[in-house]
């Protein structure tokens, strides 16, 4: 079958293709071109399609409407504007124009071939960059039988600027994403691509939003599989910290001293759109943006208004660590050497993850500066000789330990395989050091697997050496490979000559291409284990903030999630019978291996509340209804099973875990009304370095099962007295960044009047 297609895209490109390709989209006709790639083959280009609206005038800063229709026939044999910027690159001043929402699709085939697609999202920081081809050249994928789709999105304050307001809430430049993926998904069928195996890839800013976009509800079910080159939406430089701040200091700037949101809108969108961008270069500068870690207009966590899509309402990480992220095979990586600039400073301290939130010469900081000093520098760390080390440092701090953590939380709520992978090559094709660095590093650094992926300008008078061409050869088979059925190695052959085992709760494997394909497990493990220990110690899920004003109300980030949130109205379920119909976070470890323990026998009673429907409510222990309607239910009848917990210290250092239960039904249980919230200190649990537990636990010899996540508990004091009400899947303050429902039980315990 795959023979027969290749023979019959073989006969289109041997002559038979329309001279003047013409296709028909939902809002009229476009006419391409036939373009030769450099192998020799045809392919039909599409260059210049408008996605969306014109985001002018009174449009500026807001979400993307769709396209409107064209009469006659439309030219699409040349590139759209790209968006308002300052070029890095190639110009190296100010391009583009506000009108640039405009995407470009080349593909083999227009007579209904069902090819896979790829939509490429470009880097640049979420400040500049298109889809051009200029840098992102598709001939190369093109030729290995799939259609690929690159777009321009808006960049800089003119895409990410917020005011937290319905009208300009933020993220406008993905939500861009967003609608020319919803485009594609209406329309590719016309080029010959398959609607339904849609793959995004993207790199840097462009994988931070491929990430997102996979947690987002704005694409579910609309994304197939996932490639994600070197970043995700963990990284802290990836959100803006205080954009309305961000928004009042870019009108200073420019001369506006307004404080009212709507004064500022006013004002900004009657700024030429030139003006706004030069404000937001010297703002806002790559270089500041790296030094600082903070991004001044990237993504937000938006805030929640009727009728109003957001990309993202609430942490990114909360969205991971809760399964809600799409469920798709993803293939994620990063270069050998990701980041090499001037070291601007010898203290250490500024390398340690900003979202650790420690304090400058704290203790905690120090200890943890002179870790990394045995841990990455032989010598003096401060010396000359020790920039290499310095560089993976680096490289480690603003990518790899993201990826890592990404890999390893994934890992617990997917059940898709997820394939890892290093780019470690170094040949004439690399361009970082063409575009940015002058080092002379022999390392794989930053974009230079694009160099292999994508035809560009810097190849125009580069002979690429036998190496070269098996390398980009080995890479573009491997990404088509997994757009076309998940899997990057279906068969070995003499390009790909080695088995791509997806990583494991036991081994992160990971392909390492170089001259030769191979297979390594755990790469950097000490020093990726390092930084768990330091995550595990310090990290605190509610300290992700939600990046809004700190004078603006908090979100309730859990009011919108109905695929999965249980609090919701819906009386047809009983969440008391049917728990395990509704658990979906099946791969979370329900009871966490302790640490850090005493040699003595800890025991800690809890008491589990399980809600019993009365005839004229429909109203589970599950549902925030429980409380804020509590004056429906005067007294519940409750079931009252007490389980006893024990904690052995054994001789040879293990732990072991004893669990008992007993069920009392009282006569009359408080209402819950009576329920008097008193946040106390929790005991510290570990969750064994994210490896899932067996959803049973054997006590005594009884083979019992662990309790899902749909339970109340109360801890009680000496006298009996409820001392507090937390969710049975909550985990110990020690233990949050690897468990769910955090931030759930954080703003359900405030909205009862509890304090942090």
Same mark, same amino acid.
């Given at each position: 079958m795959i023979s027969a297609v290749n023979e019959f895209l073989d006969d289109l490109r041997g002559g038979r293709m329309s001279e003047s390709p013409l296709v028909t989209v939902e809002q009229g006709q476009l006419q391409g071109r036939i373009v030769n790639s450099p192998s020799g083959k045809a392919f039909y280009s599409f260059q210049g399609i408008p996605y969306a609206k014109p985001p002018l005038g009174s449009l500026r800063f807001k979400a993307p409407q769709p396209p409107e229709p064209w009469d006659g026939i439309r030219d699409a044999t040349a590139e759209g504007n790209v968006c308002a910027q300052i070029d890095p690159v190639f110009a190296k001043s100010y391009v583009g124009d506000e009108n640039c929402l405009f995407l470009n699709v080349y593909t083999p085939s227009t007579d209904g071939a069902f090819l896979p697609v790829m939509i490429w999202i470009h880097g640049g920081g979420f400040k500049w960059g298109s889809g051009n081809t200029n840098l992102y050249g598709p001939d190369f994928l093109v030729d290995r039988d799939v259609v690929v789709v690159t777009i321009n999105y808006r960049c800089g304050a003119l895409g990410f600027l917020s005011l937290n307001t319905p009208e300009v809430p933020g993220n406008a430049g993905i939500k861009d994403i967003v609608q020319a993926i919803r485009w594609v998904k209406d329309n590719i069928h016309h080029f010959g691509g398959n609607a339904g195996n849609l793959t995004i890839f993207g790199e840097s800013a462009g994988a931070r939003a491929v990430s997102l976009l996979t947690a987002s509800p704005l694409t579910k079910n609309l994304i197939s599989k996932a490639i994600i080159q070197s970043g995700n939406a963990l990284s802290s430089r990836a959100f803006q910290r205080d954009p309305l701040q961000s928004a009042k200091a870019l009108a200073r700037s420019l001369g506006c001293e307004a404080e009212d949101v709507d004064e500022i809108l006013e004002f900004l969108i009657a700024t030429p759109a030139k003006d706004l961008v030069e404000a937001d270069e010297k703002l806002n500068s790559l270089q500041k943006v790296l030094e600082t870690s903070n991004n001044l207009f990237g993504l937000v966590i938006e805030k929640e208004f009727p009728g109003v899509e957001a990309v993202i309402s609430e942490p990114f990480i909360n969205i991971l660590t809760s399964g809600r992220t799409a469920n798709i095979p993803i293939l994620v990586g990063t270069t050998s050497l990701e980041y090499a600039c001037e070291r601007k400073t010898d203290d250490l301290q500024e390398l340690i993850p900003a979202d650790l939130n420690l304090d400058r010469n704290s203790e905690e900081a120090l200890a943890i500066v002179e870790e990394i000093k045995k841990l990455y520098f032989k010598g003096n760390h401060t010396g000359v000789e020790s920039l290499p080390e310095y560089f993976h440092l680096l490289s480690d701090k603003l990518i790899n330990l993201d990826t890592h953590r990404y890999i390893k939380y994934l890992l617990q709520v997917t059940n898709r395989p997820i394939y890892y992978y290093r780019f470690d090559y170094v040949g004439e094709l690399n361009i970082?050091?063409?575009?940015?660095?002058?080092?002379?590093?022999?390392?794989?650094?930053?974009?230079?697997?694009?160099?292999?992926?994508?035809?560009?300008?810097?190849?125009?008078?580069?002979?690429?050496?036998?190496?070269?061409?098996?390398?980009? @050869?080995?890479?573009?088979?491997? &990404?088509?490979?997994?757009?076309?059925?998940?899997?990057?190695?279906?068969?070995?052959?003499?390009?790909?000559?080695?088995? &791509?085992?997806?990583?494991?709760?036991?081994?992160?494997?990971?392909?390492?291409?170089?001259? %030769?394909?191979?297979?390594?497990?755990?790469?950097?493990? %000490?020093?990726?284990?390092? &930084?768990?220990?330091?995550?595990?110690?310090?990290?605190?899920? &509610?300290?992700?903030?939600?990046?809004?004003?700190?004078? @603006?109300?908090?979100?309730?980030?859990?009011?919108?999630?109905?695929?999965?949130?249980?609090?919701?109205?819906?009386? %047809?379920?009983?969440?008391?019978?049917? @728990?395990?119909?509704?658990?979906?976070?099946?791969?979370?470890? %329900?009871i966490d291996t302790p640490k850090h323990e005493p040699e003595i026998v800890s025991v800690i009673e809890t008491v589990v509340i399980t809600q019993v429907m009365n005839k004229e409510t429909s109203v589970s222990e599950e549902r925030t209804e429980v409380v804020s309607d509590s004056d429906q239910i005067d007294r519940a009848e409750v079931e009252t099973q007490i389980t006893t917990t024990t904690l052995l210290e054994n001789n040879d250092g293990s732990q072991t875990l004893i669990v008992t239960e007993k069920t009392e039904t009282p006569e009359q249980a408080p209402s819950v009304k009576e329920m008097i919230l008193e946040f106390s200190e929790p005991a510290q649990l570990e969750s064994n370095e994210h490896k899932p537990v067996n959803d049973h636990i054997n006590t005594n010899g009884v083979d019992k099962k662990a309790r899902t996540s749909n339970e109340i508990k109360m801890v009680h004091n000496s006298n009996g007295a409820p001392k507090e009400v937390i969710r049975a899947n909550d985990p110990p303050e020690d233990d949050l960044p690897k468990n769910i429902g955090v931030n759930k039980f954080v703003s359900f315990f405030e909205s009862l009047g509890g304090k942090k």
């Open positions: 970082a050091q063409k575009i940015f660095f002058s080092l002379g590093l022999k390392y794989a650094m930053h974009m230079d697997e694009l160099g292999y992926l994508f035809k560009n300008d810097f190849q125009k008078d580069v002979e690429p050496t036998p190496e070269d061409i098996k390398m980009r @050869e080995r890479i573009v088979r491997l &990404w088509t490979n997994f757009a076309k059925s998940g899997n990057p190695i279906p068969d070995e052959n003499h390009y790909l000559n080695t088995n &791509w085992l997806p990583v494991t709760n036991d081994n992160l494997y990971c392909l390492n291409l170089n001259s %030769e394909l191979t297979l390594i497990s755990n790469p950097d493990k %000490e020093k990726m284990d390092f &930084w768990e220990k330091i995550y595990d110690k310090h990290y605190r899920i &509610w300290d992700e903030t939600t990046n809004q004003s700190k004078n @603006e109300p908090q979100i309730d980030t859990f009011k919108k999630e109905p695929e999965i949130d249980t609090y919701q109205n819906e009386p %047809e379920i009983d969440t008391c019978k049917k @728990e395990t119909e509704i658990d979906t976070y099946k791969n979370e470890p %329900e």
